[in-house]
């Protein structure tokens, strides 16, 4: 089993920057893709970022050109660089670590319980 833990969320003024982490502990043998999602109030959680073991990633067009997500796959660690921070980013943010061994495994998600993001001044 993977265990995911959120951290470094917190109160912020507009046009500031905030960095989030994520570890992963446990059974990590074969996560892939890890990412960031973002869930605000009366809104469906919705992807920030991913990025795959390989390095590649994927922003959502409201976050892209401000955040940066970033990942230590020996460490399993994932981080999320936030900069210029809007009202609108203001929302619950989840690490998640997905898991598969092989291709013809069915994918397992890991998810933290969300670590909180406010933006108002």
């Known amino acids: 089993q993977v265990h995911v833990v959120e951290s470094g969320g917190g109160l912020v003024q507009p046009g500031v920057s905030l960095r989030l982490s994520c570890a992963a502990t446990?059974?990590?043998?074969?996560?892939?893709?890890m990412a960031w999602y973002r869930q605000a109030p009366g809104k469906e959680r919705e992807l920030v970022a991913s990025?795959?073991?390989?390095?590649?990633?994927t922003y959502g067009d409201s976050v892209k050109d401000r955040f940066t997500i970033s990942r230590d796959n020996a460490k399993n660690t994932l981080h999320l660089q936030m900069n210029s921070l809007k009202p609108e980013d203001t929302a619950v943010y989840y690490c998640?670590?997905?898991?598969?061994?092989?291709?013809?495994?069915?994918?397992?998600?890991?998810w933290g319980q969300g670590t909180q993001v406010t933006v108002s001044s």
């Open positions: 990025v795959t073991s390989g390095g590649r990633t």
């Open positions: 998640n670590a997905e898991k598969q061994c092989n291709k013809a495994d069915p994918r397992t998600e890991n």
């Open positions: 446990g059974d990590t043998m074969c996560i892939s893709t």
